[in-house]
């Protein structure tokens, strides 16, 4: 169904056959309703039109909030904070610097030791100005009211790609710098039906930056960048797939932050196997992990992991399967510690033999690889697939994040031997679609809910929600969230799809206040 998104109930068995309509099928619908209480805050955005209305815990001190369009991309003028410490290092007697003395330039007047313009207030005075949504008066950063004076989960700014030919366009990798800046990863349409891999680079206040996209020129092919990580604060490496003359390959590319290409690698289609990618690590060193899906003879897809080093060439690779057309699939990769020295953990999905069901699938590797160290699988029901999408690393834990019928489940798993779980979480009504962990263990998860919603729930490091926001796109139609990215001030990004009335999917990617 060209141009038609795929909506199914459960995820793609071959992902390869899927990902020539929509790529993977990782956008699913879902049924239910979210559960849980609100502990701090409960932010819901809901965006009809080009105006996004944002209510949140009545406590908050909000003011009216600044509204977001959904063109070409929004962006939110930047609100100085004259109590920031870097203040202190203007001019005395300049805008938004200490007075000097008691006296400030021409047009300024000197309160709270602050320079500001005569008649206007700052961030932090106890009253929302222009520009602000709330303003608490204190300097509390985790409370009802960011210190930037933005709520909490706030949508800052978001953006929308339309690609030259009108066509399904939709973003499936994120990443962000420690200073904010944003890249997102998917494909545009091209001509007709054939799709390019796509990067774009976004500043922290939503300005877009450089863009590329690349593919093989076949008729018709589609090319998707699936994985995007940051490799020693320098380098963006992306991985994808593509359709090359002997099946699907997946490439891998290293550029600088400023767009420029700076190496590629091919790990090419060939002897009867083909290669998918899902997901990228990088450790310190630039070692880079890939965790995805192979076929062999056109038959069952085998779980794919692999390692390469800092210019994308392979060092090793590990196939697990279980032969007789079952299918296993690697969906996630994560990094037990940042080094990589105590390797890494891959999650997906393997078929039960006995049921035919999919099941959650774990395995840990040594950093060499060789074979998985060990493996754990789970289900909770029969006739029911589950299937991990996600997974990080916390202290001495996996958190695994799966689809569960029509649920998403959460759950820790301890890393010594893949058992027992514990605290599984269960969210009814949303369909998973990333996971990713704060410097303070604080945890975000993405998704897509029954009405079709993008969907953003973040929880403290002891597992309590904090809040939770949606965002419907400017159609009112199907909207899809899919990864997920926490950058080092706590802000989070989130890539995806919304609809528009004239031109189908556009990729979109979002950037919300911690």
């Known amino acids: 169904m060209p141009g038609t998104l795929l909506n199914t109930t459960g995820f793609r068995p071959v992902c390869v056959a899927a990902f020539f309509v929509f790529y993977s099928g990782c956008f699913h619908d879902s049924m ?11 932010t819901e955005s809901t965006e009809t039109g080009e105006t996004t209305d944002t209510t949140t815990d009545p406590s908050t001190t909000a003011g009216p909030t600044d509204p977001t369009t959904s063109d070409t991309e929004t962006t939110e003028s930047p609100t100085t904070d004259p109590t920031d410490a870097t203040t202190i290092s203007c001019t005395p007697g300049e805008e938004n610097c200490m007075c000097n003395g008691s006296v400030c330039d021409d047009g ?67 990443a962000s710098t420690s200073e904010g800046m944003v890249f997102a990863g998917g494909y545009e349409t091209v001509d007709g039906f054939a799709r390019e891999a796509l990067i774009r680079q976004y500043t922290p206040e939503g300005t877009e930056g450089w863009s590329t996209s690349f593919g093989t020129l076949l008729p018709d092919a589609n090319d998707v960048v699936t994985g995007l990580a940051i490799s020693q604060d320098t380098t963006l490496v992306a991985v994808g797939a593509q359709q090359g003359l002997n099946g699907t390959d997946t490439f891998l590319k290293g550029y600088s932050l400023e767009g420029s290409e700076v190496w590629d690698s091919l790990r090419a289609a060939g002897n009867s196997r083909t290669y998918f990618p899902e997901d990228v690590v990088v450790a310190e060193d630039g070692t ?13 897809n085998d779980a794919w992991v692999a390692a390469f080093d800092p210019t994308g060439e392979l060092i090793w690779e590990h196939f697990e399967f279980l032969g007789g057309g079952f299918e296993e699939e690697a969906r996630g990769v994560a990094l037990i510690d940042p080094a990589g020295e105590q390797g890494l953990i891959a999650c997906g999905f393997q078929t039960d033999p006995d049921n035919l069901d999919l099941e959650v699938w774990l395995a840990r590797y040594p950093a060499q690889g060789t074979e998985p160290m060990w493996q754990y699988q789970y289900s909770d029901a029969d006739n029911v697939d589950d299937s991990a ?36 979480k269960v969210i009814e009504g949303v369909t998973p679609g990333g996971i990713a962990v704060s410097l303070e263990n604080s945890l975000v998860v993405s998704g897509t809910t029954a009405d079709s919603d993008i969907w953003v729930r973040r ?10 926001t949606t965002h419907d796109g400017p159609a009112g139609d199907a909207d899809l969230g899919h990864r997920v990215t926490v950058d ?19 990729l979109w990617v979002g950037r919300f206040a911690p």
């Open 288 to 300: 880079i992990f890939v965790a995805g899906s192979s076929t062999f003879d056109n038959n069952d």
């Open 389 to 424: 999408v996600d997974c990080e690393v916390v202290g001495n834990n996996a958190l695994v994040l799966a689809r569960r019928g029509d649920a998403t489940d959460l759950r820790t798993l301890e890393l010594t031997d893949g058992d027992p779980v514990i605290n599984p």
């Open 108 to 174: 300024l007047v000197c309160d709270d030791d602050l320079c500001i313009p005569e008649g206007e207030g700052f961030c932090g005075d106890g009253e929302v100005d222009p520009g602000e949504s709330c303003d608490d008066g204190n300097d509390e950063d985790d409370d009802a009211c960011h210190n930037d004076c933005r709520l909490p989960g706030e949508l800052l700014w978001d953006n929308v790609h339309n690609g030259p030919a009108n066509g399904i366009d939709a973003g499936f990798a994120v």
């Open 488 to 506: 080092a001030t706590g802000h989070i990004a989130v890539v995806g799809a919304v609809t528009n009335l004239t031109e189908g999917f556009n």
């Open 32 to 42: 239910g309703e979210s559960l849980g209480p609100v502990t701090q805050a409960t």
């Open 459 to 468: 929880f403290d490091s002891g597992g309590s929600e904090v809040w939770t």
